[in-house]
């Protein structure tokens, strides 16, 4: 096999989700920085798995007994709440906090399995949040929860697609990023100026993760490996995710693929990046044989002059 993070894609039965095992022995991250740490989940271009990522990179934390509070930023196409199952209970949103309907705490919804993990949607759906809110909506809402009793230990924040007003919004707290990618070219000449423009916005932290990848295509060189979307952004790896016919299925349920009992593939990868989130670690693409690897095709990199 030509493309192989080792620890993303074992040869035999990975232990189970809670084991220690793969991760030395340890059973709980060591905590970064000062709480609450505000990170925005993004991509640039629809579709790449962003708000998978975003609920599962939650679902991990709580998991983990670190508090989260996840974010639907989307003011008027939100689905972070199908993918944590919690569609039937948000009845209340940021909006209506901002416009003096209801307070902070009302509008967090709590996790019926996961109790450190909470939902707060930006609006209703197919609504859009008052021009007078502003690109502000968000830092106000960041600031209430540090102020907050016990404030969560992450926001995290899942972003529209696009690089409109809503990405506008949607990163104006955030302190971290990260960038979501599949390993195609539209969608990295997306990521590449998403990055720009992060870094722009005084965002320095910001990592990647290459989702969907198919191995016995990057050894094919039909599909770009880890290693070339990592030279081609120049930012850290937060993880690799493989292509994983659960995911479907873990939407549709409306439970984090984390949660899945044996753990998937891709629920072990996104487990695996919480970690390094967590630790502000970063991991490296490692290559079974150097000289398996395929030979770059020209095209990749003519997008980026490279």
Same mark, same amino acid.
């Given at each position: 096999?030509?493309?192989?993070?080792?620890?993303?894609?074992?040869?035999?039965? =990975?232990?189970?989700?809670?084991?220690?095992?793969?991760?030395?022995?340890?059973?709980?991250?060591?905590?970064?920085?000062?709480?609450?740490?505000?990170?925005?989940?993004?991509?640039?271009?629809?579709?790449?798995? &962003?708000?998978?990522?975003?609920? *599962?990179?939650?679902?991990?934390?709580?998991?983990?007994?670190?508090?989260?509070?996840?974010?639907?930023?989307?003011?008027?196409?939100?689905?972070?709440?199908?993918?944590?199952?919690?569609? *039937?209970?948000?009845?209340?949103?940021?909006?209506?906090?901002?416009?003096? /309907?209801?307070?902070?705490?009302?509008?967090?919804?709590?996790?019926?399995?996961?109790? $450190?993990?909470?939902?707060?949607?930006?609006?209703? %759906?197919?609504?859009?949040?008052?021009?007078?809110?502003?690109?502000?909506?968000?830092?106000?809402?960041?600031?209430?929860?540090?102020?907050?009793?016990?404030? =969560?230990?992450?926001?995290?924040?899942?972003? %529209?697609?696009?690089?409109?007003?809503?990405?506008?919004?949607?990163?104006?707290?955030?302190?971290?990023?990260?960038?979501?990618?599949?390993?195609? +070219?539209?969608?990295?000449?997306?990521?590449?100026?998403?990055?720009?423009?992060?870094?722009?916005?005084? +965002? &320095? /932290?910001?990592?990647? +993760?290459?989702?969907?990848?198919?191995?016995?295509?990057?050894?094919?060189?039909?599909?770009?490996?880890?290693?070339?979307?990592?030279?081609?952004?120049?930012?850290?790896?937060?993880?690799?995710?493989?292509? $994983?016919?659960?995911?479907?299925?873990?939407?549709?349920?409306?439970? =984090?693929?984390?949660?899945?009992? =044996?753990?998937?593939?891709?629920?072990?990868?996104?487990?695996?990046?919480?970690?390094?989130?967590?630790?502000?670690?970063?991991?490296?693409?490692?290559?079974?044989?150097?000289?398996?690897?395929? &030979?770059? &095709?020209?095209?990749?990199?003519?997008?980026?002059?490279?």
């Amino acid at each position: 096999m030509a493309f192989a993070p080792r620890l993303l894609l074992p040869s035999r039965c =990975p232990p189970p989700a809670s084991s220690p095992a793969r991760h030395g022995g340890r059973t709980a991250p060591e905590l970064s920085g000062p709480t609450p740490r505000v990170v925005v989940v993004t991509s640039g271009k629809g579709g790449v798995g &962003k708000t998978t990522t975003t609920a *599962n990179l939650a679902a991990s934390l709580a998991r983990l007994s670190l508090s989260a509070v996840a974010v639907d930023a989307d003011a008027g196409l939100r689905n972070l709440d199908l993918l944590l199952g919690l569609e *039937n209970r948000v009845h209340l949103t940021a909006a209506d906090v901002l416009a003096g /309907d209801c307070r902070l705490d009302q509008a967090l919804v709590r996790h019926r399995a996961l109790h $450190d993990l909470q939902l707060l949607c930006l609006s209703k %759906p197919r609504s859009k949040l008052p021009l007078a809110f502003g690109s502000k909506t968000l830092t106000w809402v960041a600031d209430a929860l540090r102020r907050a009793a016990n404030p =969560p230990a992450f926001i995290l924040i899942d972003c %529209p697609a696009g690089v409109d007003a809503g990405f506008v919004t949607a990163i104006a707290p955030a302190e971290e990023a990260v960038l979501v990618t599949t390993p195609d +070219i539209t969608a990295l000449r997306d990521a590449d100026r998403v990055a720009g423009l992060l870094e722009c916005d005084g +965002i &320095k /932290d910001i990592k990647i +993760i290459v989702n969907r990848v198919r191995p016995d295509l990057v050894k094919g060189e039909d599909m770009m490996s880890a290693l070339d979307v990592q030279e081609m952004l120049g930012l850290p790896l937060l993880g690799v995710v493989p292509e $994983d016919a659960e995911v479907i299925r873990s939407t549709n349920r409306g439970v =984090p693929l984390v949660l899945n009992d =044996p753990p998937t593939p891709a629920g072990l990868a996104l487990e695996q990046a919480t970690w390094r989130l967590v630790e502000r670690d970063a991991m490296t693409a490692v290559m079974v044989e150097e000289q398996e690897r395929p &030979k770059k &095709k020209a095209g990749f990199f003519s997008f980026f002059g490279g």
